[in-house]
């Protein structure tokens, strides 16, 4: 099993981002070490999720091309006011060409 090393790496920062580092630190109550590592597991997060949404959609409108299969954003909107009004037995739209 391959064991996770840690290691420091070297950021510049302007002064205006510095202080508001600070700022956001003491309001959390963590060190600026810690919010730097959260703000960059959150950028991970965050970028990770992107790429996978946008292969979704690739792979969505790659099927839609093969296919012709697709539901309208009326048919969408309206399934989604059925679950908005309560009716969580609502059944999704079926796709069709």
């Not at 090393?5 to 959390?28: C, G």
């Not at 959260?38 to 991970?44: C, P």
């Not at 009004?85 to 609502?90: P, R, S, W």
Request: net charge negative; proline share 1%.
């Amino acid at each position: 099993m391959d064991t996770l090393k840690s290691a420091s790496i070297a950021v510049e920062m302007d002064d205006a981002s510095l202080l508001e580092l600070a700022r956001v630190a003491e309001a959390e109550g963590i060190s600026q070490d810690e919010a730097i590592k959260n703000a960059i597991r959150f950028y991970l997060d965050h970028s990770e999720g992107y790429r996978a949404m946008l292969r979704d959609g690739t792979d969505a409108w790659n099927h839609y091309k093969r296919t012709g299969l697709h539901v309208t954003n009326d048919e969408i909107g309206d399934w989604i006011a059925e679950l908005d009004a309560g009716n969580d037995d609502a059944e999704s739209p079926a796709c069709h060409v």
